[in-house]
């Protein structure tokens, strides 16, 4: 048995400890906002937050995650800068398919959380390692700057 | 066509008990009520949380006005990112005049009340058609329950209806100050005659077409809640994984499943025609029982087709004529009377759509009805292969379209591979299952953009007039798996557009020139399944058409812009798209550092020029800065939804131009997940402006206009800077580094 703390709730899950943590999110615990795209780190679909620091879940084996506070964009609204980016995106009509935001939402959350104004320089070191194949990357780049000039 | 559209003219509007008004729309309304909301599987859909029965959804109804004034409607076309399910209901909500504050919208049903008109009875969401394909019909349903609405307005006041009017979801009685809400009214709109055809509005008065609204997806596709096909969750649903031939149609011989059985969650291990289904209780239990899976293949039928080998087949294919696709004039006269007559090769390799969301299919097979759930762009198809793999009629199947995390044409596929391989797994196993691909799965199935090999020529005259222009491509049949398996006699009873138009092999060469011939080589290679992708043969063969114009411009010392602008002379909306982005770009003086390349199309009824902008230094670093379109789609209907396609097309075309390609070695596909198969990312990606320039013509498609004249733009740009021609794709085998 593993305990999780996951959007500030406490779980118990029984999983092998090498199951990754995405699919724990996903299958056990029914939070299905973090998305499968990859399983090797290479989309940022399954972005979540491990201890406030952008994580993929989908390589973290869910033994590691035990002990950490884990959000997902479930709760993300929960978080000032996460409901700021929240509602840029929907303002800047972000999403298209959508199956890739709530990876970019957690990863932008994040940014400015730890930098409320970046540069273009420092939108492409955080959010490169999240594909978008719709191509929402100059809406992407548009709403964190609108949220870091207008309310940060 | 015209059959169709008179069909669909029939509206049958029926009352709700409490209040409200249903509308059907097209034949076939007798359809007996679905059991269940066609949408059950999406929480934003459920009307009334499952109250009233008679406020459930019926098969057929597209509009329901409810008594509390809000409006919903139903959407035949498949919500892929494009945003289908905001366009199209504003489509019905600007003739109805309704308030768009209060419009929501889901996922049709399958049902012949919902199939696209461009297509006939099929619903598909290919080829930019959804809002073109739909726009008539929406109009006039709109249009009718409006009338309708009026009418009974005036029925209860007693006043002629013309003294009436209608705003925001009320009909107003301006003479005597009062008015009534279309959802009081709606059960006496009901009982009113439907008008056979009404009139439309003047699209001078239009107030919701032509306007940016938001998308009525975004607050779901912001904070997770969107459901997708891989977030369905159905009560005892298990999870499996399917072990695929390392080539193409290869066949399980032997199968050792006991290492595989010995993980903790695996249940059951079974082959099905395409492989060997592992299934468990979850999905990691699954990965991990195919891992330990031992499976030796029978490839005597196997594909093997090698990349090189095409390319040098199709190379030698293009010293031969093909099937005329087009034909004006006298080419071999005017090539013998040329001063000067050149020509180039072009090869385009094979590339996988990559959408975000691999596939998978959850189906619920009881033995005599079924329930499937998936992201599909061809639900009609998909669920007649569906109906003859699990013995049942296709009323019989609960299909529920999905919001798709991309589908760029790989969930529009005509042969349904990834319905049919759930279906096999479903048949046998009899429970709820969710067949999942991994993104190596979806990398390495198959129904890729096929290879192809363009040669172009010109013969000219002294000044630099072309007088003569050939076109011959060399590509593969994207319907020839359908003669491969046995699969025509299920689509037999199906109305499918003629195979000309799936493959769609007519390049739109617009410029005015008197001696024209166009010919094609469509082979079959029924082991390689190969399908459509985002803007199709017009990819490679717009690609060779506009750079050879380019090399032309400059041989004659033309500048490409003009050179392009003296033979358009006819065609006055591609002529003021190129005049638009040249203008928008500003044309001929780029930053310092930087060149411009320009290119067009016009296709999908759509009209698009573009002009990227690009360094390339000594040590062939290539930096995209700027890509800027001009584009005509006649009638907007959501402009900031165009915009965004225009975006996603030229983003999507970077990712191909710059990277795209899928090897196949013998038969074994080398790419496997976005290390080997890179596409673009954010610090890759350039400035994009897009200028609209609708014509108010009828909508033109635009999910596709976007992608085609970017890479020739993009290389006419590397050409301005380096000289170098670009035969061949993807830049990144060219040496280039991607900055």
């Given at each position: 048995?593993?305990?999780?703390?996951?959007?500030?709730?406490?779980?118990?899950?029984?999983?092998?400890?090498?199951?990754?943590?995405?699919?724990?999110?996903?299958?056990?615990?029914?939070?299905?906002?973090?998305?499968?795209?990859?399983?090797?780190?290479?989309?940022?679909?399954c972005?979540v937050?491990l201890?406030?620091?952008?994580?993929?879940?989908?390589?973290?084996?869910?033994?590691?995650a035990?002990?950490?506070?884990?959000?997902?964009?479930?709760?993300?609204?929960?978080?000032?800068?996460?409901?700021?980016?929240q509602?840029?995106w929907?303002a800047?009509?972000?999403?298209?398919?959508?199956?890739?935001?709530?990876?970019?939402?957690?990863?932008?959350?994040?940014?400015?959380?730890s930098?409320?104004?970046?540069?273009?320089?420092?939108?492409?070191?955080?959010?490169?390692?999240n594909?978008?194949?719709?191509?929402?990357?100059?809406?992407?780049?548009?709403?964190?700057?609108?949220?870091?000039?207008e309310?940060? | 066509?015209?059959t169709?559209?008179?069909?669909?003219?029939?509206?049958?509007?029926?009352?709700?008990?409490?209040?409200?008004?249903?509308?059907?729309c097209?034949?076939?309304?007798?359809?007996?009520?679905?059991?269940?909301?066609?949408?059950?599987?999406?929480?934003?859909?459920?009307?009334?949380?499952?109250?009233?029965?008679a406020?459930?959804?019926?098969?057929?109804?597209?509009?329901?006005?409810?008594?509390?004034?809000?409006?919903?409607?139903?959407?035949?076309?498949?919500?892929?990112?494009?945003?289908?399910?905001?366009?199209?209901p504003?489509?019905?909500?600007?003739?109805?005049?309704?308030?768009?504050?209060?419009?929501?919208?889901?996922?049709?049903?399958?049902?012949?009340?919902?199939?696209?008109?461009?297509?006939?009875?099929?619903?598909?969401?290919?080829?930019?058609?959804?809002?073109?394909?739909?726009?008539?019909?929406?109009?006039?349903?709109?249009?009718?329950?409006r009338?309708?609405?009026?009418?009974?307005?005036a029925?209860?006041?007693?006043?002629?209806?013309?003294?009436?009017?209608?705003?925001?979801?009320?009909?107003?009685d301006?003479?005597?100050?009062?008015?009534?809400?279309?959802?009081?009214?709606?059960?006496?709109?009901?009982?009113?005659?439907?008008?056979?055809?009404?009139?439309?509005?003047?699209?001078a008065?239009?107030?919701?077409?032509?306007?940016?609204?938001?998308?009525?997806?975004?607050?779901?596709?912001?904070?997770?809640?969107?459901?997708?096909?891989?977030?369905?969750?159905?009560?005892?649903?298990?999870?499996?994984?399917?072990?695929?031939?390392?080539?193409?149609?290869g066949q399980?011989?032997?199968?050792?499943?006991n290492?595989?059985?010995?993980?903790?969650?695996?249940?059951?291990?079974?082959?099905?025609?395409?492989?060997?289904?592992?299934?468990?209780?979850?999905?990691?239990?699954?990965?991990?029982?195919?891992?330990?899976?031992?499976?030796?293949?029978?490839e005597?039928?196997?594909?093997?087709?090698d990349?090189?080998?095409?390319?040098?087949?199709?190379?030698?294919?293009?010293?031969?004529?093909?099937?005329?696709v087009?034909?004006?004039g006298?080419?071999?006269?005017?090539?013998?009377a040329?001063s000067?007559?050149?020509s180039?090769?072009?090869?385009?390799?094979?590339?996988?759509?990559?959408?975000?969301?691999?596939?998978n299919?959850?189906?619920?097979?009881t033995?005599?009805?079924?329930?499937?759930?998936?992201?599909?762009?061809?639900?009609?198809?998909?669920?007649l292969?569906?109906?003859?793999?699990?013995?049942l009629?296709?009323?019989?199947?609960?299909?529920?379209?999905?919001?798709?995390?991309?589908?760029?044409?790989?969930r529009?596929?005509?042969?349904?591979?990834?319905?049919?391989d759930?279906?096999?797994?479903?048949?046998?196993?009899?429970?709820?299952?969710?067949?999942?691909?991994?993104?190596?799965?979806?990398?390495?199935?198959?129904?890729?953009r096929?290879?192809?090999?363009v040669?172009?020529?010109?013969?000219?005259?002294?000044?630099g007039t072309?007088?003569?222009?050939?076109?011959?491509?060399?590509?593969?049949?994207?319907?020839?798996?359908?003669?491969?398996?046995?699969?025509?006699?299920?689509?037999?009873?199906m109305?499918?557009?003629?195979?000309?138009?799936l493959n769609?092999?007519?390049?739109g060469?617009?410029?005015?020139?008197?001696?024209?011939?166009?010919d094609?080589?469509?082979?079959?290679?029924?082991?390689?399944?190969?399908?459509?992708?985002?803007?199709?043969?017009?990819?490679?063969?717009v690609?060779?058409?506009?750079?050879?114009?380019?090399?032309?411009?400059?041989r004659?010392?033309?500048?490409?812009?003009?050179?392009r602008r003296?033979?358009?002379?006819?065609?006055?909306?591609?002529?003021?798209?190129?005049?638009?982005?040249?203008?928008?770009?500003?044309?001929?003086?780029?930053?310092?550092?930087?060149?411009?390349g320009?290119?067009?199309?016009?296709?999908?009824?759509?009209?698009?020029?573009?002009?990227?902008?690009?360094s390339?230094?000594?040590?062939?670093?290539?930096?995209?800065?700027?890509?800027v379109?001009?584009?005509?789609?006649?009638?907007?209907?959501?402009?900031?939804?165009?915009v965004?396609?225009?975006?996603?097309?030229?983003?999507?075309?970077?990712?191909?131009?710059?990277f795209?390609?899928?090897?196949?070695?013998?038969?074994?596909?080398?790419?496997?997940?976005?290390?080997?198969?890179?596409?673009?990312?954010?610090?890759?990606?350039?400035?994009?402006?897009?200028?609209?320039?609708?014509?108010?013509?009828?909508?033109?498609?635009?999910?596709?206009?976007?992608?085609?004249?970017?890479?020739?733009?993009?290389?006419?740009?590397?050409?301005?800077?380096?000289?170098?021609?670009?035969?061949?794709?993807?830049?990144?085998?060219?040496n280039?580094?991607?900055?």
């Open positions: 048995m593993i305990s999780l703390q996951v959007n500030g709730d406490e779980h118990t899950v029984d999983v092998p400890d090498t199951k990754p943590l995405l699919w724990v999110l996903r299958e056990d615990l029914k939070l299905t906002g973090s998305k499968y795209g990859c399983g090797q780190a290479l989309c940022g679909a972005t937050h201890d406030g620091q952008p994580t993929r879940a989908c390589v973290v084996p869910v033994s590691a035990a002990g950490h506070r884990i959000d997902t964009i479930e709760a993300v609204d929960q978080q000032r800068i996460g409901a700021l980016v509602q840029a929907q800047l009509n972000v999403p298209q398919c959508g199956y890739c935001q709530s990876g970019q939402i957690m990863a932008a959350t994040a940014l400015l959380t930098n409320p104004s970046p540069s273009d320089r420092d939108i492409d070191e955080a959010m490169s390692g594909i978008c194949r719709c191509g929402t990357y100059p809406r992407i780049r548009k709403a964190i700057h609108k949220i870091a000039s309310q940060l | 066509m015209d169709m559209l008179k069909r669909r003219q029939f509206l049958r509007v029926t009352a709700l008990a409490g209040g409200g008004l249903l509308v059907a097209g034949g076939g309304s007798s359809s007996s009520p679905s059991p269940t909301p066609p949408d059950s599987s999406n929480p934003d859909s459920a009307p009334g949380n499952g109250g009233d029965p406020e459930t959804f019926a098969v057929g109804e597209f509009l329901r006005i409810s008594s509390d004034n809000s409006i919903r409607v139903l959407v035949g076309a498949s919500e892929i990112g494009q945003g289908a399910l905001t366009a199209i504003m489509i019905v909500a600007e003739e109805l005049d309704a308030d768009w504050s209060r419009v929501t919208s889901a996922h049709s049903p399958v049902a012949a009340q919902f199939d696209n008109p461009y297509f006939g009875a099929l619903q598909f969401t290919v080829a930019s058609a959804a809002t073109r394909g739909y726009f008539a019909a929406q109009r006039r349903a709109g249009a009718a329950v009338h309708m609405l009026i009418a009974a307005a029925e209860r006041w007693n006043v002629e209806p013309s003294t009436l009017r209608t705003e925001k979801s009320f009909v107003i301006d003479a005597n100050q009062r008015s009534a809400s279309y959802g009081d009214l709606a059960e006496a709109a009901a009982a009113q005659n439907v008008p056979i055809n009404p009139p439309l509005k003047d699209p008065n239009y107030t919701i077409i032509g306007s940016t609204r938001q998308r009525l997806d975004a607050v779901r596709k912001t904070n997770g809640s969107e459901i997708y096909g891989m977030d369905v969750d159905i009560p005892g649903m298990l999870t499996a994984v399917i072990a695929r031939p390392p080539r193409f149609f399980p011989q032997s199968v050792n499943s290492a595989a059985l010995a993980i903790p969650g695996v249940l059951e291990v079974f082959t099905i025609p395409s492989g060997v289904a592992v299934i468990a209780n979850d999905f990691w239990s699954a990965e991990q029982g195919r891992k330990a899976l031992e499976v030796s293949w029978n005597a039928l196997a594909g093997r087709t990349s090189a080998q095409t390319r040098s087949n199709y190379q030698a294919s293009l010293n031969l004529p093909g099937v005329p087009r034909s004006d006298a080419v071999l006269l005017a090539q013998a040329a000067d007559v050149l180039a090769d072009y090869f385009f390799p094979f590339m996988a759509h990559a959408a975000m969301e691999p596939l299919v959850t189906v619920d097979y033995g005599s009805a079924a329930e499937i759930w998936t992201g599909s762009q061809s639900q009609t198809i998909d669920r292969f569906a109906a003859s793999i699990l013995g009629l296709p009323e019989q199947i609960n299909f529920h379209t999905m919001t798709s995390g991309g589908g760029f044409g790989r529009g596929n005509p042969l349904s591979d990834y319905v049919r759930a279906c096999h797994v479903a048949k046998t196993l009899q429970q709820p299952v969710k067949v999942i691909w991994t993104r190596e799965d979806d990398m390495k199935g198959g129904y890729y096929p290879a192809a090999s040669r172009v020529s010109a013969a000219l005259d002294n000044n072309i007088t003569a222009w050939t076109h011959r491509a060399v590509t593969q049949d994207v319907t020839s798996s359908l003669y491969f398996e046995e699969q025509l006699d299920t689509l037999a009873e109305e499918l557009p003629p195979l000309g138009e769609d092999l007519e390049t060469m617009p410029y005015a020139i008197d001696n024209v011939h166009m094609a080589h469509l082979t079959l290679i029924p082991q390689m399944p190969s399908l459509w992708m985002r803007s199709v043969n017009k990819f490679s063969d690609f060779a058409q506009e750079t050879f114009i380019d090399e032309i411009a400059h004659y010392s033309r500048d490409p812009y003009h050179y003296e033979m358009l002379g006819n065609n006055p909306r591609l002529l003021a798209v190129l005049d638009g982005v040249a203008q928008a770009a500003n044309w001929g003086n780029p930053p310092a550092g930087r060149s411009q320009i290119a067009l199309i016009a296709h999908w009824q759509s009209y698009i020029a573009q002009v990227v902008e690009v390339v230094t000594g040590d062939r670093e290539l930096k995209v800065h700027r890509v379109s001009a584009i005509d789609c006649g009638t907007a209907v959501n402009p900031d939804l165009v965004a396609q225009v975006e996603s097309g030229v983003i999507f075309a970077l990712s191909s131009v710059l795209g390609e899928i090897e196949l070695r013998d038969g074994v596909v080398q790419q496997s997940n976005f290390d080997d198969y890179p596409v673009l990312r954010m610090h890759q990606t350039p400035q994009i402006d897009t200028v609209l320039m609708p014509s108010g013509d009828n909508p033109g498609g635009v999910g596709e206009i976007g992608v085609p004249a970017v890479g020739p733009a993009l290389a006419n740009a590397i050409f301005a800077a380096t000289g170098e021609q670009i035969r061949e794709l993807p830049l990144k085998n060219l280039f580094v991607i900055a």
